[in-house]
């Protein structure tokens, strides 16, 4: 049976334009440090591909941070700040529906002695502004909320929360990974300090990633070395994949209302096939506060078990959450911050995303596979 | 276009960037996920991590993946100080390591941790006597390069390895990247506890490297998340740059075992056409050191122009690490060996690959003649 990708927030397949880019890169060598003009070439060529990056969030060039991806970005974010600004206070505010590249490292931070703050979400999956007003204290320095859960698919408020933390010492950081390419992140107009993206996300190379830090935001580098990315992250620099990178940046820019709109249609079909085939199911998160590309789904009287296994078999690759909790059958976290850890949704949930691998058909038929196999789990 | 700075960064074999084309497009799933596309991905990963394994004559669960050579530094160096502080702060290396290590360890030094760095004599060599001394009962870590990445001398790493052995208490890294495949050095059994490798010097791509951590040995990761490579080092592995890293290795290690006297041949060559060159200093010593790499002075010409004027005949060499820059003049690898200002503010470094050419060495010599002599005509 052919098999059908759904799990594009895990990782994307590249994009072959991407690949066409990067190859003739390889032959264009030199180390962007090196003085000669076979090292300049290689600058130039990542000096262009800082301003692409700099230009899809609208911030200065000199802000963009190439990282080898989005947990280091996260790790930079909230140890680097947190390390430079620890005179102002040692509290910090995120969210129980992060990433583990930001709950690790929070977790890491209440070893060092900061005091962490973990904001519960509503059941439609985002955090309630209220209760992140009154956690904010004098001693508040960062603030870490994700845009878009890689769970859920659910936006969280960050224009609000952004509003909110302008006017307080603390810096705003968010996790974009699962945003960006779709949501118009624009770091001026939401006043965002810290944003975290990956390229393999949208269709770029693996190993590669940016963070954006806003101009005399303090941070402490994580590594230590050479005066690369202005010593914010050391090390020769991965030319060919940040340009590879800066391609499929390009290509989201330029396609981004089209995929809106593709993949709306892809989850509104998904959703209505399951309907026609009258299986009992219920979408987690509130539909309307969730990115075109993700839907998560509770199947009652299943188990997440058999149905990855069954959906493996009949060629649905889908996941139960995470990709870096998905070795595990764990409750997800996220859904039990949602409805509470006893809620059988929150071992009974699938998350598909959709993307690049798939056109409509196979939407349809992916549906169809699905409800046979929880017809049949179910009866 | 004759290319003569390998140790800044090679040119990867068009294997490696076959390998990485293949599996960017047909691996593409996340080893994490447990759907096919994941297993699939997966699997590759274990079979690169035992190839990798097997080249090096060490265990799989023994090789990390990383984004390259200064993680890999940064690693072993913050991760052993940090996960044995409480056995003792006390760190020693030497005055010419590469700039991820030097800096690493001034971070740890303002994190309350004492480091000494061991000076080495008028070769660039260390001396296996000092690293005994500088032994306390608090050393937690000795870290030295086994090559040096200015000179091209090689550290007694075998002699200090053996050293550490009899100090269980302490552990042992050695910084490979400029050594990797071209000396080697028996991971097992040899007193080293960690040894970082980077993919971009042995023709492989940039963003890749490995770090190869003994069994048993504590380290505290440097990034957090979702710990893949066992909790060293968290976030998605980049499996097609892995795979390429691999093959890369395995390349590098067909060539250094066919082509050793090839690259031995081209230095001789090119220290015998350095030597009538007038007023030139050759620094690399003549023992102790490797045939890729061979530093020299041009007392009183700016090492800017030399390269300059040689890029313009297309002919590319460099200065020094083109990761250092803290003094803008001084070679501070040079300075360390003592040698005279004159010396260490006109240093110039060739670095050779497997593919270069006896050719390559007479265009270079005879281009850096006449430059010399253009540029003294001018400075009158």
Same mark, same amino acid.
């Given at each position: ?19 066409? =880019? ?128 890689? =769970? ?84 020769? =620099? ?142 | ?36 596309? !994941? ?48 056995? !003792? ?62 000179? !091209?001398?090689?550290? +007694? ?10 100090? +269980? ?16 050095? +028996? ?47 968290? !976030? ?91 003094? +803008? ?52």
């Amino acid at each position: 049976m052919n098999p059908i990708y759904l799990d594009h927030a895990a990782t994307t397949p590249m994009d072959p334009e991407v690949t066409k =880019e990067m190859l003739p890169i390889f032959e264009v060598y030199g180390n962007p440090s090196s003085i000669h003009s076979f090292g300049r070439k290689a600058r130039q060529l990542l000096d262009q591909s800082r301003r692409i990056a700099a230009s899809s969030i609208h911030a200065n060039e000199k802000d963009i941070v190439f990282t080898s991806g989005g947990t280091e970005a996260d790790n930079i974010a909230m140890i680097g700040t947190a390390h430079a600004n620890q005179h102002k206070g040692k509290h910090i505010i995120t969210t129980v529906i992060e990433h583990h590249a930001t709950l690790h490292t929070a977790e890491y931070l209440e070893k060092q002695g900061f005091k962490v703050t973990y904001l519960p979400v509503e059941e439609n999956g985002q955090i309630e502004l209220e209760s992140f007003k009154a956690a904010l204290t004098d001693e508040t320095i960062l603030v870490s909320i994700m845009a878009v859960n890689n =769970e859920t698919g659910v936006i969280q408020p960050i224009q609000e929360i952004a509003d909110i933390v302008k006017d307080h010492q603390a810096y705003f950081h968010t996790d974009a990974v699962q945003a960006y390419g779709l949501l118009d992140l624009n770091v001026n107009e939401i006043s965002i300090d810290l944003l975290s993206v990956s390229s393999h996300k949208i269709n770029g190379p693996k190993g590669i990633g940016f963070l954006y830090i806003r101009e005399g935001v303090l941070v402490e580098a994580l590594q230590h070395g050479g005066q690369q990315e202005r010593k914010r992250r050391p090390g020769t =620099e991965n030319v060919a994949g940040i340009i590879g990178f800066a391609k499929a940046i390009q290509i989201a820019q330029q396609k981004r209302e089209e995929r809106i709109n593709t993949y709306q249609a892809y989850k509104q079909s998904f959703v209505e096939t399951l309907e026609q085939e009258a299986i009992n199911f219920f979408v987690n998160g509130e539909w309307e506060k969730t990115i075109p590309s993700t839907i998560n789904i509770s199947f009652p009287g299943t188990n997440v078990e058999s149905l990855l296994t069954n959906f493996d078999l009949a060629g649905i690759a889908a996941s139960s959450g995470s990709a870096c909790t998905a070795g595990s059958v764990e409750p997800s976290h996220v859904l039990s911050a949602m409805y509470g850890s006893e809620n059988e949704r929150t071992t009974n949930s699938i998350r598909f995303s959709f993307g690049l691998a798939n056109n409509q058909d196979q939407i349809i038929e992916a549906a169809k596979r699905v409800a046979s196999i929880v017809k049949r789990l179910v009866k | 276009m004759i290319y003569l700075d390998n140790s800044a960064t090679t040119k990867p074999y068009p294997e490696v960037v076959e390998s990485f084309r293949q599996v960017s497009e047909k691996y593409y799933g996340n080893p994490s996920s447990v759907h096919s596309f !994941g297993t699939e991905a997966e699997k590759l990963l274990r079979m690169a991590k035992q190839q990798a394994a097997s080249l090096l004559h060490v265990h799989e669960d023994e090789i990390v993946f990383t984004s390259g050579g200064t993680e890999g530094n940064n690693t072993a160096i913050k991760g052993i100080a940090l996960a044995h502080q409480n056995r !003792g702060k006390h760190i020693i290396t030497t005055q010419i390591e590469h700039p991820s290590v030097l800096e690493a360890c001034t971070a740890l030094e303002r994190l309350g941790f004492d480091v000494t760095y061991l000076p080495v004599n008028k070769q660039g060599i260390v001396s296996v006597e000092d690293v005994k001394n500088a032994i306390t009962k608090d050393t937690i870590l000795i870290s030295i390069m086994h090559v040096n990445n200015e000179l !091209g001398t090689i550290q +007694p790493i075998k002699e200090v390895g053996a050293i550490a052995k009899q100090h +269980p208490k302490l552990f042992f890294h050695v910084d490979h990247v400029q050594g990797f495949g071209k000396v080697s050095i +028996p991971l097992h059994d040899s007193g080293i506890d960690l040894c970082t490798i980077s993919g971009h010097k042995i023709h492989g791509l940039k963003g890749t490297g490995l770090l190869y951590i003994k069994r048993n040995t504590t380290i505290f990761p440097l990034m957090h998340g979702g710990d893949q490579e066992m909790g060293y080092r968290s !976030g998605t592995e980049n499996l097609a740059g892995i795979v390429s890293l691999v093959k890369a290795i395995r390349l590098y290690f067909d060539h250094a075992n066919t082509r050793t006297n090839h690259v031995k041949r081209l230095n001789e060559k090119l220290r015998a056409c350095l030597s009538e060159i007038n007023g030139l200093v050759i620094n690399t010593p003549d023992h102790d050191y490797v045939d890729h790499i061979l530093n020299f002075s041009l007392p009183g010409f700016k090492p800017e122009v030399v390269i300059h004027a040689l890029g313009e005949k297309e002919i590319y060499i460099s200065t020094k690490s083109a990761c250092s820059s803290k003094q +803008p003049d001084e070679s501070v690898v040079l300075a360390a060996c003592g040698l005279d200002k004159a010396i260490t503010k006109s240093g110039l470094r060739v670095s050779l690959a497997y593919d270069n050419c006896e050719e390559d060495i007479e265009a270079f010599c005879e281009a850096l003649k006449m430059i010399r002599n253009q540029l003294s005509e001018v400075m009158g």
